[in-house]
């Protein structure tokens, strides 16, 4: 059994998912709802370019379908989001991200290499982690 200190020492690669699904910033919101809904995610990071640039939810997906006057067809991905996303290194204690997470009310948080998407952290990978700690 682990403990729940032991668990705590482990780094945010120990729990992230890996090689997550990225969309582009130009892509229309109904785009990342479809690709959410295929994958069963709740969370994509968005980039231009090749390099990130914010992450998309589903709840953001819902509150862009919620505006009577808005397409989700038409509608860019860049102009539904706040392009700010939440990213750490995979070495990143486990710990620190979560407190982080919490503090601040954030979903999600996005591993990189460099310039590269490696990994997503969700409160889904949180859960597990603690399940972890209490099995």
């Known amino acids: 059994m682990l403990t729940f ?16 699904h990225t969309i582009g910033a130009s892509q229309p919101v109904k785009s990342a709802s479809e690709l959410m ?3 069963g995610i709740r969370h994509l990071p968005v980039l231009e370019g090749g390099q990130l640039v914010g992450v998309i939810s589903d709840r ?7 505006f009577p006057d808005v ?10 989001v706040g392009l700010e996303a939440y990213t750490v290194a995979p070495d990143t204690p486990l710990i620190d991200v979560a407190r982080h997470m919490a ?16 990994g997503i ?3 889904v990978d949180a859960c597990r982690a603690l399940v972890d700690a209490l099995s």
């Open 5 to 20: 200190g032991a668990i705590m020492a482990h780094k945010i690669s120990d729990y992230m998912s890996g090689s997550p």
């Open 37 to 39: 809904h295929e994958h």
């Open 60 to 66: 953001d997906v819902k509150i862009v379908e919620s």
């Open 71 to 80: 397409s989700v067809e038409e509608t860019p991905i860049s102009e539904a």
């Open 103 to 118: 503090d601040h009310k954030i979903g999600s948080a996005v591993v990189m290499e460099g310039n590269k998407v490696v």
């Open 121 to 123: 952290f969700t409160t």
